[in-house]
């Protein structure tokens, strides 16, 4: 799994947060590992069921997915994404500044990938976080898609406040701070999470329905942060 890296502050979640996991590969979780692949699901847990979906034929590897996305975001204008959940629905706005991330996170939501996903993991007054699941296809369009990365695109004007949008990353080997686009965060906590900036790149906001990641953060979790009733994710592009 992805690992996000928190600073230790006096008032943040310390060593329980101290590597968030806004992370890749199947939505498992092992407590045993604390390196790359933490926070593995427990095997009793049920396997979420997602509808099936055609794969995309796009052959799309980090050498090729800033050409790849600057000519799909050319073509696609949507600044919008509707996010829907058992718990209710969300609007999102993505931001013109960051373009690669708004064009694929576009593309992973046409091609119908965050449809095959779940929110995983909830830290309540932080942070909700998705864009992976135990579906067998998850996997499948991922390695399609080679884990394509992105390089980050920070903005002095974009940053980690309550609704923000942003992207996973691996902290490990990646002194570029590029992005895992299939994985996503959004902030909860009414405060500004600034040590966040500049580490992971916000790419858009929650502008709608806000109140679905307070309901999320209600829900009972187990020991892993995982939801114990799982929250399948279905996201629209709104035009």
């Known amino acids: 799994m992805l690992l996000l890296k928190l600073f230790l502050k006096a008032n943040t979640h310390m060593a329980r947060l101290s590597c968030l996991c806004l992370l890749m590969t199947a939505c498992t979780k092992t407590p045993k590992n604390k390196g790359k692949n933490s926070f593995k699901k427990p095997a009793t847990k049920a396997i979420v069921k997602h509808p099936t979906k055609p794969l995309t034929k796009d052959n799309i590897r980090t050498t090729t997915a800033v050409e790849f996305m600057t000519a799909f975001g050319q073509k696609h204008k949507e600044t919008y994404v509707q996010l829907h959940t ?98 996503f965060y959004v902030i909860q906590s009414h405060k500004s999470q600034s040590h966040l900036d500049y580490e992971h790149t916000v790419f858009g906001e929650v502008v709608e329905g806000i109140e679905l990641i307070d309901k999320i953060t209600a829900e009972a979790i187990d020991v892993y942060e995982w939801p114990k009733k799982d929250i399948p994710i279905k996201m629209t592009v709104l035009k």
């Not at 992976?132 to 940053?159: A, C, G, I, M, W």
Request: charged content about 25%; glycine content about 6%; aromatic content about 14%.
């Open 86 to 183: 058992r718990l209710g629905t969300m609007t999102l706005q993505l931001y013109k500044d960051t373009p690669l991330h708004r064009a694929s996170f576009l593309y992973l939501t046409q091609i119908g990938y965050f449809d095959t996903t779940c929110f995983y993991r909830v830290v309540p007054g932080f942070i909700v976080q998705g864009g992976n699941s135990d579906s067998e296809q998850t996997t499948v369009f991922r390695n399609r898609l080679n884990n394509y990365l992105l390089p980050s695109e920070f903005r002095k004007n974009r940053k980690h406040k309550r609704g923000a949008l942003a992207a996973a990353r691996d902290w490990e080997h990646n002194p570029e701070k590029k992005s895992t686009p299939f994985e």
